[in-house]
């Protein structure tokens, strides 16, 4: 792909690249004022944007720009996946710098591509314009049966609090790519993780079919700042197992390796609560992906942990907030 | 409002601001994943999203933060008209420097709230981060009865050419607010324009509900670079009376009048064609706004345009181009 002489250029440009990719439910897609969506009779509609912007998000030197297509869309599509839903369809808002739309914008859509085709996510429309960084900004629709939508707020005092995958891996990849010089080596799986993210769309939507999960939330800033935000949308408190938690592999340390998985952002797991009547019908594993029970929901509304010692101690939220 | 400490509170802040306007609809807003909203049954979706960055759309030391908060999301809703449609819901996308998230934030969001409520659109979620400049980034869910939507492909040779409105008025008060020292005069009617455009929503919808208009768009770059959009995306050409053009007020000389009248940015007016069997059910106003038949759609691939002397020329899509 060129560089493109103007925006009209430039947004035919983007839609050729998605072009083979449809749905029979996107009516009309860019090249209009708007797009046109057709939502499934019986369900309802699940909203969700989100910031993807260079220097607070990723690094142009660090991050490939195909990982950067890939994980902005994967990061929003997350929060679908989080209410129990399936992702339709995405708008993509993107500000360039003129050096950026030729290679970088086209390796960029290659992972946005890959991203949309494996989420089954349809470019929809969105809008460009110019920046001195780049500036992206994705909106997914998505959609849950009506009635099957899992909240942040279901979380009942008794409730085994449960995790999908390891946590803290993506952060101690952010860490590994940080340190290298030169290319990474992406097929490190922590470094894979932090860059190529993959959503938990069909365990979410399989939780929220079985009426599994009393409440989720995607982990995108980390479990301590996560799980405090579904403890204040339930009025619950939760109590961990420190010696339960699924560990980053390859950290020597414990300690390190505790802070990680309780505090690192990025991983995009899912982080849900199951009541004990239910509990034995939840698997050790969904489609080779760990479910872990790593605590409880408790009535005082604090977050505890307690490691091997038997020692309790509080938790804080400490995850990433792009206001700290 | 004061200052947030983190990104819930700030989040906190934004959404009790817009606490009293509520939607049934919306059957979840801020506060957990993603925002759920439930379609109307035999309607389509319709979902546009915009830029609104500063630097580029907006001047902090210019624009007051009240009409940024207006615009933004006037001027998405705009995408919404120019479909037939309706708003429903947004989400607000915002990455403010620190020193904003004060007093500017404040004046932001009660012109964006001003906006919302005569648009009777509610707000559903978005993103919030840190930026060096104001970045927004607005995203409108409407909705069209299904078979009534307006696309800009619709318009046949022989169609007659309408506008709604003044034309050129928003860059002549741009004009105005850029020579301008210290506190604009909010009352000028091009400066009022310019800050706080009126999208055409209950036009647009009427005007599809009648089936009265063939192609639609709005005019947001200006009338020579839109109607070019309308011709290529319909395959037609367009010719234009320069003597019907509704020129802005307040200008001295014809020909500059002209040159703000064809390629003049932000007007948020409503461009259609309507076939000729139809134009005479159009009234030459609409609740107060005019119609204005300018010119008529042709076969050939071109625009251009007759002044008074019956003199034809070529019309150049020179509105605005980000990339331009």
Chains 1, 2 share one sequence.
Not at 143 to 162: F, H, Y
Not at 199 to 207: E, H, I, M, N, S
Not at 244 to 271: C, F, I, N, V
Not at 311 to 320: F, V
């Amino acid at each position: 792909m060129n560089h493109f002489r103007n925006e009209d250029a430039l947004v035919k440009g983007i839609a050729r690249h998605f072009l083979p990719h449809r749905s029979h439910r996107l009516r009309l897609g860019i090249g209009d004022d708007a797009a046109l969506w057709k939502p499934t009779p019986g369900f309802v509609s699940i909203l969700t944007s989100d910031w993807f912007l260079e220097g607070s998000h990723f690094f142009r030197t660090k991050h490939p720009p195909d990982s950067v297509g890939w994980k902005c869309l994967a990061r929003a599509a997350s929060d679908i996946a989080a209410m129990g839903g399936t992702p339709g369809c995405f708008l993509l808002n993107l500000a360039l710098p003129p050096d950026t739309t030729g290679k970088w914008l086209k390796s960029f859509l290659g992972g946005l591509h890959r991203a949309a085709r494996s989420l089954d996510c349809v470019l929809a429309g969105g809008d460009t314009s110019r920046s001195r960084r780049i500036l992206i900004n994705i909106t997914v629709i998505g959609e849950v049966q009506e009635g099957q939508e899992v909240l942040r707020a279901g979380a009942r005092p008794g409730d085994v609090l449960c995790v999908s995958g390891r946590l803290g891996e993506a952060e101690q990849g952010l860490r590994l790519l940080r340190e290298t010089r030169g290319r990474v080596n992406q097929k490190n799986e922590a470094i894979g993780k932090h860059l190529y993210p993959q959503p938990r769309v069909a365990l979410g939507r399989w939780l929220a079919q079985r009426d599994l999960a009393s409440a989720m939330i995607d982990l995108s800033d980390g479990l301590s700042s996560d799980l405090g935000r579904l403890c204040r949308a339930s009025g619950v408190g939760a109590w961990i197992d420190a010696g339960k938690l699924p560990l980053p592999r390859g950290t020597d340390r414990l300690e390190s390796a505790q802070q990680l998985a309780l505090h690192g952002g990025d991983d995009y797991e899912l982080l849900f609560t199951v009541s004990r009547r239910k509990v034995a019908s939840l698997p050790a594993t969904f489609r080779k992906l760990e479910l872990t029970q790593i605590g409880k929901i408790t009535k005082g509304r604090t977050m505890r942990i307690v490691g091997k010692d038997g020692a309790e101690e509080p938790l804080r939220a400490a995850g990433w907030d792009p206001f700290r």
